[in-house]
């Protein structure tokens, strides 16, 4: 049986993690794999999932150090220290061509944030030093950026007899640290240019090229002239390439499996999966790493990820598109959108897609290409995305929904018709006249109906928002303890004119009877038809209708 070992947080150096015995998910047999294939990659994933290990243990298999791919007593016989011992094995010790040491080239904008041209300069001239001095190359002119970077790799190829290796981690930051300030974000985007231009002419002396960030600017933008770029973004070959498998929980981290439930606080795979897992870039899905050492480390289950960051910016940014936020339970993208991200113009798939919030749900074949259909990857991101939405979509949001959760899970669960129009006509009875005023949110016509969403995905319950593609279906479902709410929300610019006997959003949804998939469905025992109206101008519900669904006579 393996034996637990130490939980590698917050380790991003590949030789500190082998060096402590950390757990290693072996992912040399893809870095293998893209070192026989292209020259230059590019890799888009979401911030905590490894980006940053990954290059690290790139820039050590390049540079030939093959120490810290043997395991137990190889390790030792090539000079490791003797707590090497346990160490694994990994596939690169037997698959690498280890006599050829290539110099290597690492630029890092991961660290600190740059709002001003001036520091993004400064800090790439520093980073050039540095390189520079570690491989010692004499930079002629160090202020001329990009001849500096130029020199340096071709310098370094003939000092050392093998062509360079050049790997970027953050990529993208200086711009997206900016994202609110379009003329500074345009800058840092002028300045990185500059900095990755340098790639194309100096291809007969790169051996290897890695680019990761969160986001992929369109190649016009950033990577002019870069043509032979390979993104593997969304290459089946390499989905799994950042993020555990089940397979890696099966076997790697059993041991932590093990220890929970001996220490009797045993792990529910079902409720792990739910929890974590679900990005995909290809077939299968993988976890988090981050959320899942954090979960191995604390034995208890919250939103370990989603708190690492702060989407203050998403959530704003949403805001001023009128987003419409039932639309993260289902959204359609093609290749095309999915790269769409530039300072002038993202795309809400795009940017909610590339920095994690949604996950490709399937990809779709068209005459004209891809066709991807996006969803929200797991339990922790609807939730969390969903109450940080919240928050920012009406005042004092976090407190009502920690002081409703219990009470609504039973109103839900019971079918407690009254209590649940009490409940929401509260809700929007709570804000303050002056905050609808001063917010455009609260203006656009999905307002009422995004903030009904987004309230009650907060809570974790089951969300099915299905008129987001197809016309002719139901704003949202939500089912929980065996009762399907089944809601239709129209917004009314005169509430006097409102029909008492049955308001317009009730007639339709009975009219084409969106309860029907619901009736008799596994699970469910009752199916609760519920017809919202809003007033635009006094911005409460000014029609409530609900009753338990019949079949149409």
């Keep these: 049986m393996s034996t637990r070992r130490q939980l590698p947080i917050g380790i991003q150096t590949f030789a500190k993690l082998r060096e402590e015995d950390c757990y290693y998910v072996d ?23 490894g980006k940053s290990l990954l290059l690290d243990t790139l820039a050590e298999a390049f540079a030939g150090n093959r120490v810290l791919f043997e395991g137990g007593e190889a390790a030792i016989a090539l000079g490791a ?10 596939y690169l010790a037997d698959h690498w061509d280890w006599d050829k040491r290539h110099p290597v080239i690492r630029l890092s904008f991961a660290e600190g944030r740059l709002e001003r041209r001036e520091q993004l300069e400064r800090s790439i001239r520093r980073q050039l030093r540095e390189n520079a001095e570690g491989l010692g ?30 790997l970027v981690d953050e990529y993208d930051k200086p711009i997206l640290d900016n994202l609110t300030e379009p003329e500074i974000a345009r800058a840092m985007r002028e300045g990185l240019g500059n900095l990755y231009s340098v790639l194309k002419g100096r291809d007969a002396d790169l051996r290897f090229v890695f680019l990761t960030g969160v986001s992929k600017f369109s190649k016009v933008s950033i990577f002019s002239g870069l043509n032979n770029l390979n993104d593997i973004t969304i290459d089946a070959r390499y989905s799994t390439l950042c ?33 974590y897992n679900g990005y995909a870039w290809g077939a299968e899905s993988v976890y988090n790493p981050f959320d899942l050492l954090l979960l191995f ?31 993260l339970e289902r959204m359609l993208a093609d290749d095309d959108l999915l790269s769409a991200f530039d300072v002038d113009w993202i795309a809400p798939e795009a940017m909610l897609w590339q920095t994690g919030y949604l996950t490709i749900a399937e990809r779709l074949n068209t005459p004209q290409g891809g066709l991807y259909r996006l969803r929200l990857p797991n339990h922790e991101v609807r939730t969390a995305l969903n109450r940080a939405l919240l928050n920012g979509w009406m005042p004092d949001a976090g407190r009502a929904t920690v002081n409703a959760a219990l009470a609504l899970y039973q109103i839900l669960a019971k079918g407690d018709i009254a209590a649940l129009q009490a409940h929401f006509e509260r809700l929007f009875a709570s804000i303050p006249h002056d905050w609808y005023r001063n917010n455009p949110i609260a203006r656009y016509e999905g307002y009422f109906a995004s903030v ?31 009762t399907a709410w089944v809601f239709e929300f129209k917004v009314v610019d005169d509430p006097e004119k409102a029909s008492t006997e049955r308001n317009s959003a ?19 025992a009752q199916v609760i038809e519920v017809g919202v109206e809003f007033s635009r101008q006094e911005r409460r519900i000014v029609s409530w209708q609900a009753e338990l669904s019949a079949p149409l006579a």
């Excluded at 059993?254 to 792990?272: C, H, I, K, M, Q």
């Excluded at 604390?298 to 419409?324: D, I, S, Y």
């Design 81 to 90: 220290d003797p707590k090497a011992a346990d160490r694994s094995r990994l």
């Design 297 to 327: 480390d604390k034995r208890e289950f919250r939103a370990h990820w989603f708190e690492t960051g702060t989407p203050t910016f998403l959530v704003n940014w949403l805001q001023e598109k009128g987003f419409f936020t039932p639309r």
């Design 27 to 49: 992912k040399t047999p893809l870095i293998a794999q893209l070192a026989e294939g292209s020259s230059v990659y590019f890799l888009s994933r979401p911030r905590r999932f």
């Design 506 to 524: 009730m007639a339709q949804l009975q009219a084409r009877d969106y309860a029907a998939k619901y009736r008799g469905a596994p699970g469910i």
């Design 452 to 482: 009904c969403y987004s309230h009650l995905a907060s809570l974790g319950v089951e969300i099915i928002a299905e008129d987001v593609m197809n016309e002719g279906q139901c704003d949202l479902t939500v089912k929980h303890g065996g």
């Design 137 to 166: 190359i004499a930079l002629v002119d160090p202020e001329d950026i990009a001849g500096s970077f130029a020199e340096l790799i071709s310098d370094a190829a003939a000092r050392y007899g093998q062509r360079s290796v050049v």
């Design 243 to 275: 993020g555990y498998t089940e397979a890696d929980l099966d076997s790697v981290f059993a041991p932590e499996f093990t220890a929970a439930a001996e220490a009797g606080r045993p792990l529910d795979r079902t409720e792990v999966q739910r929890w």
